[in-house]
T-cell receptor
């Protein structure tokens, strides 16, 4: 139980384009989803927290107009990187908690974004 | 603000030997503590967690961790390491069940 998926696993895009990453909880209802960013050989940095049906709460220093987060249902959250630039290249990981998995964050497999 | 320190960036252990990964935290209240493991290019898998009660916590894959309030530590241990345990290990402290703060991780290498 408590499985989280992400799609796509890898994406390469041109500078200036937008990229959408999906995060799904497969066997539980995720009342809260989290988006993290991980640079090579570094730890995870929380970007934002989203509760189903509410606006996301962004961490200090994260541009909310650049990283659009939508959590429209209890099983799906999306992160859209708008007007991507090479410095946005990173590993993006989502996590989810809720229902029977309310006390722990369960992580997706991550999405490797490369902006050319 | 809470913080997590994992003092060892890399650790090399021989297969079959015991393992201890260190984790120290800073948090004003009773912490929620977690250990996650990450294989290359993958997400994080929960190994174990501590919220309250027995300070020795058993997890998956033969791992255990001990919460020591006096030392602000939550070290991860395994009595006999397998080659498949080679990965990055992250300790994290939670503000309740919401925000997690991660340590910088310890990369475990297993030698034959």
């Amino acid at each position: 139980g408590a499985v989280v998926s992400q799609h796509p696993s890898r994406v390469i895009c041109k500078s200036g384009t937008s990229v959408k990453i999906e995060c799904r909880s497969l066997d539980f209802q995720a009342t809260t989803m989290f988006w993290y960013r991980q640079f090579p050989k570094q730890s995870l940095m929380l970007m934002a927290t989203s509760n189903e049906g509410s606006k996301a709460t962004y961490e200090q220093g994260v541009e909310k107009d650049k990283f659009l987060i939508n959590h429209a249902s209890l099983t799906l959250s999306t992160l859209t990187v708008t007007s991507a630039h090479p410095e946005d290249s990173s590993f993006y990981i989502c996590s989810a908690r809720g229902g029977l998995a309310a006390d722990t964050q369960y992580f997706g497999p991550g999405t490797r974004l490369t902006v050319l | 603000a809470q913080s997590v320190t994992q003092p060892d960036i890399h650790i090399t252990v021989s297969e079959g030997a015991s393992l201890e990964l260190r984790c120290n935290y800073s948090y004003g209240a009773t912490p929620y503590l977690f250990w996650y493991v990450q294989s290359p290019g993958q997400g994080l898998q929960l190994l174990l967690k501590y919220f309250s009660g027995d300070t020795l916590v058993q997890g998956i894959k033969g791992f255990e961790a001990e919460f020591k309030r006096s030392q602000s530590s939550f070290n991860l241990r395994k009595p006999s390491v397998h080659w498949s345990d080679a990965a990055e290990y992250f300790c994290a402290v939670g503000e309740g069940f919401q925000k997690l703060v991660f340590g910088t991780g310890t990369r475990l290498l297993v030698s034959p």
